[in-house]
């Protein structure tokens, strides 16, 4: 789990930048293959869908795919990494169980009598700043105990969430440990590594201090105030 | 007893433990008192359960086009519950919809 991550001096290997994410450039020169990856997802799906693999069912899918390509195009996700077997069994195992344990306490907070759950939101900065992985830590993070999405800014890298059940600074803490050890354990599963190299930089924000940095919190204009 | 009878058994405690999730995830969206811990409810257990329901259905059926579809769902339910239950909260939140007095850590 805590390995060190190869040193790994090549091509395509620059020195990471302190502060950014890593830029996706060799990625970006790799559209083709991203959009062969969709085409190739798409019709798969398509044939799950009929519940058989046939020729006619293939070619079908594969031309719906690049109908949807070509008629709503999105902004590429690029995936620059590499997947790593280990990690992602890792991954897969330690997310299986967080979601049984997350839906125990949920659970036991919705049945359980007089109880009025405290909750809180926190901002966490993530440390690799990609959009593939931004959105993915969101989704797992979803899932895990205790913490739920609720806003993403983008250009930052920062993810507000909020927290359930939170009754000091110490849970807290504890929560914004969860997000970077999820988004850890993504990295090791799936980043690059140069990603995997940003994983070593201590995290953003003193995980000690709940309102390390106010000025990310509160995200939006929430309106008047009440 | 055979393997089909397991698989049987084994189908049958999916569904009665996904269905009695989902109960509870419903439970916890009436109960919870605001809608940020309502998501909470709608996304854990929620999830879980129809993963569940999806296990017991697929070790009853235990054909390979249904599996696939199967799969599908699961992989399409895990993708979109937190997306919408992230819609929902940031509208929550943009709208002041978040109650201040529970949201006691918020720009502390």
Request: aromatic fraction near 6%; glycine fraction near 10%.
């Given at each position: ?85 280990r ?26 009598f ?64 969860r997000?970077l ?46 | ?54 296990a ?38 943009r ?14």
């Amino acid at each position: 789990m805590t390995g060190e991550p190869p040193a790994r001096t090549g091509p395509g290997g620059p020195a990471a930048g302190a502060d950014a994410a890593p830029p996706p450039a060799r990625a970006r020169t790799r559209p083709w293959r991203d959009r062969l990856v969709a085409l190739a997802w798409m019709a798969l799906i398509w044939c799950l869908l009929w519940g058989r693999f046939t020729w006619g069912n293939l070619v079908a899918g594969l031309l719906v795919a690049a109908a949807v390509l070509v008629f709503f195009p999105l902004p590429p996700v690029t995936f620059g990494g590499r997947l790593r077997p280990r990690a992602l069994l890792v991954l897969l195992g330690r997310f299986l169980t967080e979601l049984v344990v997350a839906s125990a306490h949920v659970a036991w907070l919705a049945v359980r009598f007089g109880h009025r759950p405290r909750d809180a939101i926190i901002a966490v900065r993530l440390r690799v700043r990609t959009d593939l992985n931004l959105a993915l830590t969101a989704e797992l993070i979803s899932l895990v105990p205790g913490t739920l999405i609720i806003e993403v800014d983008r250009d930052r890298g920062v993810l507000y969430v909020h927290v359930l059940d939170a009754r000091g600074p110490e849970d807290l803490a504890a929560s914004r440990r969860r997000v970077l050890v999820t988004e850890a354990r993504l990295v090791r599963a799936i980043g690059s590594p140069a990603e995997l190299r940003l994983l070593d930089t201590p995290a953003p924000a003193d995980p000690g201090r709940p309102g390390g940095f106010a000025d990310a919190v509160r995200p939006v204009d929430r309106g008047p105030e009440k | 007893m055979t393997w089909g009878a397991v698989a049987d058994w084994a189908g049958a405690a999916c569904l009665v433990l996904g269905g009695l999730l989902s109960l509870v995830a419903g439970i916890g969206v009436l109960r919870f008192p605001t809608v940020l811990d309502r998501m909470h409810a709608a996304t854990k257990p929620q999830v879980l359960g129809v993963l569940l329901l999806l296990a017991g259905v697929a070790l009853r059926l235990r054909t390979p086009s249904d599996i696939g579809m199967i799969v599908l769902v699961a992989i399409f339910q895990l993708a979109t519950a937190p997306v919408a239950a992230q819609m929902i909260g940031r509208a929550a939140y943009r709208s002041g919809r978040v109650e201040r007095p529970l949201a006691d850590a918020d720009q502390r």
